[in-house]
């Protein structure tokens, strides 16, 4: 089967740790063992998220004083697409000798006019005080909102329309390669009043841009991967109930946080709704086990999985 997987940030950084390289790499060494375990007998792409490389390389332009401004976050998007990417690429190869495997800097399209653009929303890098935040503002020409009880960078998340390389990773799939792309949900660009590409300052939603991917290249199975189980109602309360297979009517019904297990619902409930295929969520050691329908959250258009006759 062709299976496109996408990491989640929490998978790639865990909660409480330090975004220190080494234990980055750590937990990459750790995310390859897992997914060697399906490139072996399938066709794999990867994706992954970039949220918190994003935010440390976002603050350290922001405070370096070589420079006249900060990057764009176009530009820190790319950075980090090299960096997950190398980390990637180089502990694959290591855990699966022979195999070709790629990584690549992808552009994701998005639209000029969407409604984001209008509202930012999307929080990155670290909270502030309110005085301090709003001094950043104004020196950096930043928008910023209250979390929680500190206040955070928004920066916009408009909806993805195209992976623009998407011609260039289909054709190595189709040779055999295990490829590595649209990290972050891939850099944010749109096309200007000449019809040229050009980055824009704004975050892409991995989950989103996977599933899209996905459907493009004709994926068989889309996983988002975390460092949860699977999808639970009433999460964090004594009524918490985990969702072993489910439908996209049936995970529409339920509510979930916009800022963590919302997009990823979402992008499993467009792939299955639009492909008729298999989508699920569920933690990143547990890949093979829900492959084979022993774990994690499996959303299906009739709810059930496997499907008869797979090995």
């Given at each position: 089967?062709?299976?496109?997987?996408?990491l989640g940030g929490n998978?790639?950084?865990?909660?409480?740790?330090?975004?220190?390289?080494?234990?980055?790499?750590?937990?990459?060494?750790?995310?390859?063992?897992?997914?060697?375990?399906?490139?072996?007998?399938?066709?794999?792409?990867?994706?992954?998220?970039?949220?918190?490389?994003?935010?440390?390389?976002?603050?350290?332009?922001?405070?370096?004083?070589?420079?006249?401004?900060?990057?764009?976050?176009?530009?820190?998007?790319?950075?980090?697409?090299?960096?997950?990417?190398?980390?990637?690429?180089?502990?694959?190869?290591?855990?699966?000798?022979?195999?070709?495997?790629?990584?690549?800097?992808?552009?994701?399209?998005?639209?000029?006019?969407?409604?984001?653009?209008?509202?930012?929303?999307?929080?990155?890098?670290?909270?502030?005080?309110?005085?301090?935040?709003?001094?950043?503002?104004?020196?950096?020409?930043?928008?910023?909102?209250?979390?929680?009880?500190?206040?955070?960078?928004?920066?916009?998340?408009?909806?993805?329309?195209?992976?623009?390389?998407?011609?260039?990773?289909?054709?190595?799939?189709?040779?055999?390669?295990?490829?590595?792309?649209?990290?972050?949900?891939?850099?944010?660009?749109?096309?200007?009043?000449?019809?040229?590409?050009?980055?824009?300052?704004?975050?892409?939603?991995?989950?989103?841009?996977?599933a899209l991917l996905a459907?493009?290249?004709?994926?068989?199975?889309?996983?988002?991967?975390?460092?949860?189980?699977?999808?639970?109602?009433?999460?964090?309360?004594?009524r918490q109930e985990e969702?072993?297979?489910?439908?996209?009517?049936?995970?529409?019904?339920?509510?979930?946080?916009?800022?963590?297990?919302?997009?990823?619902?979402?992008?499993?409930?467009?792939?299955?709704?639009?492909?008729?295929?298999?989508?699920?969520?569920?933690?990143?050691?547990?890949?093979?086990?829900?492959?084979?329908?022993?774990?994690?959250?499996?959303?299906?258009?009739?709810?059930?999985?496997?499907?008869?006759?797979?090995?």
């Amino acid at each position: 089967m062709r299976i496109l997987v996408a990491l989640g940030g929490n998978a790639l950084l865990r909660r409480g740790q330090r975004p220190d390289a080494e234990a980055q790499r750590d937990n990459v060494l750790a995310a390859a063992a897992s997914l060697a375990k399906l490139a072996v007998r399938h066709e794999l792409i990867v994706t992954h998220g970039n949220g918190p490389q994003v935010g440390v390389l976002a603050l350290e332009s922001a405070h370096d004083p070589e420079l006249s401004r900060p990057y764009p976050l176009d530009t820190i998007g790319a950075e980090t697409q090299g960096m997950i990417g190398y980390w990637l690429l180089q502990a694959l190869q290591n855990a699966l000798p022979g195999r070709q495997v790629a990584a690549l800097v992808n552009q994701t399209l998005v639209s000029a006019v969407d409604p984001a653009f209008d509202d930012p929303a999307k929080f990155v890098g670290q909270g502030y005080e309110k005085e301090e935040a709003e001094k950043l503002a104004a020196r950096y020409g930043w928008t910023v909102k209250q979390d929680g009880d500190r206040w955070r960078r928004v920066v916009p998340s408009p909806v993805p329309q195209r992976v623009v390389e998407t011609r260039l990773i289909r054709r190595l799939v189709r040779d055999g390669v295990l490829t590595i792309c649209a990290g972050g949900g891939g850099i944010p660009v749109i096309r200007n009043e000449v019809g040229l590409l050009q980055g824009i300052e704004a975050v892409v939603d991995k989950d989103l841009t996977a599933a899209l991917l996905a459907e493009a290249l004709e994926a068989d199975v889309f996983m988002s991967l975390t460092d949860v189980p699977g999808v639970a109602r009433n999460f964090g309360t004594p009524r918490q109930e985990e969702i072993a297979r489910t439908t996209p009517h049936e995970l529409r019904a339920e509510h979930f946080p916009a800022g963590s297990m919302g997009p990823k619902v979402e992008a499993v409930a467009r792939f299955v709704e639009t492909t008729g295929d298999m989508a699920a969520i569920g933690r990143l050691e547990d890949a093979a086990r829900i492959l084979e329908g022993t774990a994690g959250t499996i959303v299906t258009p009739g709810g059930t999985w496997p499907p008869d006759g797979m090995p």
